[in-house]
């Protein structure tokens, strides 16, 4: 019986400050399709991740977190020149978010429609993938695919 979820796109590395000065930051995994891939090991079911990560520092603190939250990284794939997007959020003195600065060094290298792994689709029941995968047109290609493979192994998909 096919458990759990797939989840497609790209990660994101949130510096958030610490306080209304916006001088020093902690990094927190992000992005949409993190935060659903990790909530949903959280609640208990099976979470498979694909996105591109590098072989840098940022890179390496994606992979550490998504394994201390026990996603299944097996759908990943590595380039050794990926970027891991940045997001820097500041603080207002009232104490609310705003996002500063989005640092994407790497914006064309996408996971490509032939680094998907069949296999990884007959395990998951679902299948979730971020509007920010349909921008550029490799992510576009690639999410098309990924449908495919959903569509063929017979489960939901969602937006």
Do not use: W
């Not at 927190?28 to 990790?38: D, I």
């Not at 694909?50 to 994606?62: A, M, N, P, Q, R």
């Amino acid at each position: 019986m096919k458990k759990g979820i797939i989840s497609y796109g790209e990660a994101f590395i949130d510096y958030i400050a610490k306080n209304e000065f916006n001088t020093s930051f902690d990094p927190f995994l992000g992005g949409t399709t993190v935060n659903v891939a990790v909530g949903v090991q959280k609640l208990g079911a099976k979470a498979y991740y694909i996105c591109k990560l590098g072989s840098d520092e940022t890179s390496d603190f994606v992979r550490k977190n998504l394994l201390i939250e026990g996603v299944n990284q097996s759908g990943c794939v590595i380039s050794e020149t990926k970027k891991v997007c940045e997001v820097y959020v500041h603080k207002s003195k009232e104490g609310d978010r705003y996002f500063h600065s989005y640092i994407d060094s790497t914006p064309h290298e996408q996971v490509y429609k032939h680094e998907l792994q069949e296999a990884l689709f007959e395990q998951a029941a679902i299948f979730y993938f971020g509007s920010g995968t349909l921008f550029h047109p490799i992510s576009q290609e690639t999410t098309k695919e990924a449908v495919r493979l959903a569509k063929k192994t017979s489960y939901a998909c969602s937006v």
